[in-house]
């Protein structure tokens, strides 16, 4: 199910007519459709407008808004109302409010101000949810249902009674015997041996390191409760509405929440991305996150907030410069996005977020930002056949949250320097700069298309998980400190790299950590944060550590097409290279992102100095209509969009 009934690609932003006197909208409807704005998410925070007291309900200023965009031919990406509860509800409820590892109850005054376990919350929200497709299912201007918003931004988890009461119905549910939740988490550790459910609690504050298992557990038990928030307001809105598509924002590589999950709860994929316009190597970042977005559904996705300048809750907002705001919004659509969405349509006047950008800022139509929005809704006009296509990969990435969660356990690690995001954009950067595509993809999931698979860290690694890289037939890169642990935290017998082992063809006798300013030299460079003490059990050695404690031994080892990199080298490409033979790319300058996507290639200089560009095939620029082959120049944030001679 997706947004066919809109043509070509989505364009707009967050609109919050709430917040001004009404005479101000029929201004935004003229000038959105001036900028060819063709969708605009509205009600994200109106709960309290909407219901100003319990069971009333004042409808009428979002009816003459959504007829006014209607009017405009302008849709709605319509929300449920429920991100931030109302003040009423609050007061009456002040138990619904999260509490803290500390026991601190959080006061109201911000958003997301509620506990996901409190089943006032959710029986209000399920409410109002209702109401909202009761009233506006048939409206024409409705596109899709968007059901909350960026879920674990500011609440992730609760720590009152009620959330232990639902962890522990969660806990069953998971282990169905206290003798099963004992065996798992260990816990003839430190005394902890449990003989009821009812003695479980969420691991608030200790005296000291709380048992990694069970942080585990909640972590994914937080995930799954917010997720049971979503899935109550879906059923809500399907119900009533069956063909209107469901989303939610997500926020790019999120840690909080697993999104290959949540994912397939959804309608469509829909991300917020705010890469830093004062950090030169942003640009990579968000790559990474926007072809996860693309690999969770394994197809288009939707930008749906991004910022047309400067954001508003950094230590320094620094602005977008000329052309950065364009260049952005082309690098989503070459990663899969089906549309560019800002937050958000007019700049605020007052509250957190007054000096966030806007389409329309407070100097109005006069602005460098305005006359910005209105170039960009023409290029996405020219861009049109762009919508719908996909990208071809033939590398993937592996990334698992419980995984995740588990290598950043807060104590009780051999070192607290390794970092998933860091360790998969180790390895992405390199590819990205090839102009190789990437898919990201969990450990489970068929991975016979891909001519290489990268597990940067797979530290959690189950029986079914080793099974599926085996029957994996292609080239396969392992890094290091994976196959560690089971499903429960559980240190394999043997030790590392457990189930994996026999695939590897090598044992780590011990991990090496190193300490702040050691640096480790291999044959294939240096690692400055991990090494491990590795013997081989049937692999060969493809590099030695040089020098220290581990001279002589193997880095990085080879069975077959199996590759295992045994510590956390600074630059990946001299183990990634050789790995690359027949595997598509584009050369392009450095500082030029390449992205083909169905019969396109998007060619965008992140740079401010003019690039010159070899096109690896001739066609059409889409932003010019200029007919291009051969070397080309491409000036400073400047981008060609290519349609390829012969493709469509």
Known sequence: MGLTRI?????????NPEQWPEEVWAEDARLMAEAGVNMATVAVFSWSRLEPERGSYDFGWLDRVLDLLHEHGIAADLATATATPPPWLVREHPEMMPVNADGVRLEFGSRQGYCPSSPVYREHA?????????????????AMWHIGNEYADHTLECFCPESARHFRRWLEARYATVDGLNDAWGTSCWGQHYTGFHQVEPPRTAPGPVNPAQVLDWRRFCSDALLELFLAEKAALRAVTPGVPVTTNFMSILHGLDYWKWAAAEDLVSDDAYPDPADPGSHVQVALSYDLMRSLRQGPWLLLESAPSAVSWREVNVPKPPGMMRLHSLQALAHGSDGVMFFQWRQARYGPEKFHSAMLPHG????????DTLALGGDLRNLSEVAGTRTRAQVALLLDWPSWWALEAPESM???RLKLKELLLSWYAPLHARGIAVDLAPPGRDLSSYELVIAPNLYMCTAEQAAALEAYEGRLVVG??????????RVHPGGAPGPLAGLLGIAVEEFWPLADGQVQRTGLGE????????RLEGAEPVALFEGGDLDGLPAVTRKGPVTYVGCVLDDVTPVLEPLLDGIERVDVPEGVEAVRRGGHLFLLNHTTAPRQVTLPYAGTDL?????????IELAPRDAVVLRIEGEK
């Open 7 to 15: 043509p070509g690609l989505l364009f707009g932003g967050d609109y």
């Open 126 to 142: 399920v409410r109002l949810a209702t109401v909202m497709a009761e009233r506006y299912g048939e409206h024409p201007a409705l």
């Open 364 to 371: 109005g139509t006069r602005t460098r930002g305005w006359r």
């Open 414 to 416: 051999p070192s607290n």
């Open 480 to 489: 290091p400190f994976s196959g560690v642990v089971d499903e429960s935290d």
């Open 527 to 534: 690692a400055r944060t991990w090494a491990e003490w590795i």
């Open 623 to 631: 932003l010019t209509g200029a007919e291009l082959r051969g070397g």
